[in-house]
């Protein structure tokens, strides 16, 4: 029998129960879907829907089977649920059969072969989630990533994830929970040993509240873990205890909560929730409505839209074992295929072929300390589109570690690192000084963070042994023992590889530490050598022949002689000042840049001794540069001038620091003569390789042992020892970073990437060494005293004690 449309129930439902559960939300949303266009007369003014609920127990496909046909036999428009798959596929097949639309909210896995028709369903298309995934794995660069599913039904959700591997450079780790039992701790303690930091869950949202409260008690919810959850009701959870953890955790979210009509829907649900009696612990929110829930509302909207443009169909009463179709089912079917609905899960269109939905929008959401965050979208037409820029995302990190306490592992050498020098006992971070610790201290005043100094336990470096494995300050941060390693580590290739880095706070490179060699004693005559003997020898040859010839030019020139009786003008006695004693004195006397008292008087004299002049002023500023050169400057031989002289000698040990960067340098060096050198250090591991740089200097001091080490450390150490020197220039150019763990969420990152290069600037030595120069010894001016005591002491010693008496 025909039914006119008006008259009978038009929306039918099959929902399922748990015995001593409450209320299914679906059939809830269901009811207040229909309670709300019934009040709202504006999308059908001339029409009431009605509808009959039908309930049957979870998983009972043939009960579901039963209440479908009773539902058909009443005649129905259409059939809303069941929603487990199992009864689904029991449902969608009577109705199939009998061309009445089957609506379905719930993810279905599609059979190849399917043939089903009448049937439309609203949750986003398996694929298309699946590589909303993919393209969001790829936006976070994750190499390695841990897919952990529930029931099997994840594997073929997340295929286009699994099969990453084979396009792009992605190794997936899979894992399932237990099955039956809520306790995944034992899982989580595997992928926490295991260092699996990008984790991937495929569950429904009770068992992701169950989850992440078995994160927080095995102390995996912290920055350097980064959660994602395909339940698209994460934004649903009670996340209130992981606000304030650090940890990054990323979801998807259908519902349009930015739209105010949305959000006035969701607030009336609301609103019901809260007055209704209270339900067992979820793990929700109260009275937040579900992705089902929502699913259910647009599903019943859409039908209602639909049928608005079906008033002349009828609905009859169906047989299921008769096989007569609904005559007006392939119509109605189409009309809701081509309905056009902006619902609470945003805009709703489907493929006509299969009944999926397509081109539906899919908020990205991630946990911020105010909750939870809208940072991107992705499309099934345009994919991913993140709206938080670096820029965005370098604010909220760097405002997340206010206030946060985080472990720095370091290692003592000076002058990074020391112990700090107090009669007083001393305890945590005061214990030490040093260039690092000033450099903490900015970085800390800047981004805001309390931090905790704990030496290294091993007291290395962090170097790579053959089976891949690492030690030292590199190992306490990839196992996130620390946060931060503030020290003088050298950034290398192999270490970026398994730890991050800042920008270099200090460049250097490696050179060769060796001690003075010991200079020889200077002669007795060492103030002679700044000029050589023939220079000598030219001078005292000079010096006579102007005196020779001052003397017989002083004889020609009538102006040279004078009236040694001025009394007397008619005398004819005359003298000569410049005899020839004289005239090697007036010589010497310039020579020494001291006066004679005797003063030429003829323009010939007088030019013969401004050139004199000339010529000893000279001579002298030459001889007194080159004694100053000479008396301040000893000049030392040393054994070696470079890598390649240790290279091409084996009497000298020299070596490294052991598990240092230095020795991975050579270690790792394809040129020919630094792998001579690791060659000759490898072969003398016990003796060529120390522990520390302090080993390493005591050893440059007390035997025939040359160091390699870093530039920056040796002129530190030669500045207060002057025992010992660098040999040569530098080996190769590197720098001095801060260590953080890779992809650590921690502003280092990104600005303190530049902070850290900016305060080395602040924190640099302001006062700058200076060598002295050493003071003049009494070996360099024992010649001096000898002469003075030969020419003038010996000669006071002869003479009588009248002639001295003279002379006074």
Known sequence: DNIPWQRVPQLRGIFETVENEPVNVEELAFKFAVTNINRNRTLMPNTTLTYDIQRINLFDSFEASRRACDQLALGVAALFGPSHSSSVSAVQSICNALEVPHIQTRWKHPTVDNKDTFYINLYPDYAAISRAILDLVLYYNWKIVTVVYEDSTGLIRLQELIKAPSRYNIKIKIRQLPSGNKDARPLLKEMKKGKEFYVIFDCSHETAAEILKQILSMGMMTEYYHYFFTTLDLFALDLEPYR?????????????????????????????????????????????????????????????????????????????????????????????????????????????????????????????????????????????????????????????????????????????????KSDKPLYGNDRFEGYCLDLLKELSNILGFIYEVKLVSDGKYGAQNDKGEWNGMVKELIDHKADLAVAPLTITYVREKVIDFSKPFMTLGISILYRKPNGTNPGVFSFLNPLSPDIWMYVLLACLGVSCVLFVIARFTPYEWYNPHPCNPDSDVVENNFTLLNSFWFGVGALMQQGSELMPKALSTRIVGGIWWFFTLIIISSYTANLAAFLTVERMESPIDSADDLAKQTKIEYGAVRDGSTMTFFKKSKISTYEKMWAFMSSRQQTALVKNNDEGIQRVLTTDYALLMESTSIEYVTQRNCNLTQIGGLIDSKGYGVGTPIDAAIPLLYRGKRVACKQAGKVRCRVAFRNQSVGLLLLWLTGLFIYNRAFTGGWMSSAPPSTIIKLC
């Open 244 to 420: 304030y953890s650090g940890v990054n955790m990323t979801g998807f979210r259908l519902l349009n909560i930015d739209n105010p009509q949305v959000s006035s829907v969701i607030e009336k649900w609301s609103m019901e929730r809260l007055q209704a009696p209270p339900k067992p612990e979820t793990g929700l929110l109260d009275g937040m409505m579900t992705t089902e829930a929502a699913l259910m509302y647009d599903a019943v909207y859409l039908v209602a839209v639909a049928s608005q443009r079906a008033s002349q169909m009828t609905v009859s009463s169906l047989q299921c074992h008769r096989h007569k179709p609904w005559r007006f089912g392939p119509r109605f079917m189409n009309l809701i295929k081509e309905a056009r609905w902006d619902g609470l899960t945003g805009r709703i269109t489907f493929n006509k072929t299969d009944g999926l939905r397509k081109d539906f929008d899919l908020d990205i959401i991630s946990l911020k300390e105010e909750g939870t965050e809208k940072i991107g979208v992705w499309n099934s037409n345009s994919g991913l589109n993140m709206t938080d820029s670096n820029k965005d995302r370098s604010t909220n990190i760097t405002d997340s570690l206010a206030n946060r306490t985080l472990i720095v592992t370091t290692i003592l050498e000076d002058p990074y690192v020391m112990y700090k």
